[in-house]
T-cell receptor
Framework: GDSVTQMEGPVTLSEEAFLTINCTYTATGYPSLFWYVQYPGEGLQLLLKATKADDKGSNKGFEATYRKETTSFHLEKGSVQVSDSAVYFCALRETGGFKTIFGAGTRLFVKA | DAGVIQSPRHEVTEMGQEVTLRCKPISGHDYLFWYRQTMMRGLELLIYFNNNVPIDDSGMPEDRFSAKMPNASFSTLKIQPSEPRDSAVYFC????????????FGPGTRLTVT
């Protein structure tokens, strides 16, 4: 079945550092890909999305590019802030379906 | 829009008791999802509905768990009898059946079974 694998955390960075969180997927067809973010005590919220190969999703300085050849959707941000501290989930929506498969989540700590 | 509403936000109960979690999806959304989140197992899809009809309940852990959606604006997840291993945060999410199908999550219900 479809699956999502993302790098284990926690990831600890200093403010203004560059962030990469790796995500790879296994799926048939052409799934839509997502990054969700979960702040402490809250539900998940959509950060960005991409629906087809080579699409780049972006929001709040975060970016991710849908790479079909490497089945990857890595999350990047050029300069992180303390307020970016959260858990980040990579996810895919199965082709032709409505279930969303979530990765295990990667916790990010940003130090001032 | 008020977003997805869940109640209660926290529930503490004793083993063997019945627990009912409630969810009000965003108006106009025709998909509703129930998830469970634990440190050990991460985020698990329990069941989802389309237009109030259960579509896939393969994630429901056992017969102690049941979910209903009597109308488009209300769903419940019931655990009877509850066990300590049911302790988790339970999320409800909703989405439209068109577009990119992004899901909107509620704030969750933290359940503790002692």
């Amino acid at each position: 079945g479809d699956s999502v694998t993302q790098m284990e955390g926690p990831v600890t960075l200093s403010e203004e550092a560059f962030l990469t969180i790796n995500c790879t997927y296994t799926a048939t067809g052409y799934p839509s890909l997502f990054w969700y973010v979960q702040y402490p005590g809250e539900g998940l919220q959509l950060l960005l999305k991409a629906t087809k190969a080579d699409d780049k999703g972006s929001n709040k300085g975060f970016e991710a590019t849908y790479r079909k050849e490497t089945t990857s959707f890595h999350l990047e941000k050029g300069s992180v802030q303390v307020s970016d501290s959260a858990v980040y989930f990579c996810a895919l929506r199965e082709t032709g379906g409505f279930k969303t498969i979530f990765g295990a989540g990667t916790r990010l700590f940003v130090k001032a | 829009d008020a977003g997805v509403i869940q109640s209660p936000r926290h529930e503490v109960t004793e083993m063997g008791q019945e627990v009912t979690l409630r969810c009000k999806p965003i108006s106009g959304h025709d998909y509703l999802f129930w998830y469970r989140q634990t440190m050990m197992r991460g985020l698990e899809l329990l069941i989802y509905f389309n237009n109030n009809v259960p579509i896939d309940d393969s994630g429901m852990p056992e017969d102690r768990f049941s979910a209903k959606m009597p109308n488009a604006s209300f769903s419940t997840l019931k655990i009877q009898p509850s066990e300590p291993r049911d302790s988790a945060v339970y999320f409800c999410a909703s989405s439209r059946g068109t577009g990119t199908y992004e899901q909107y999550f509620g704030p969750g219900t933290r359940l503790t079974v002692t």
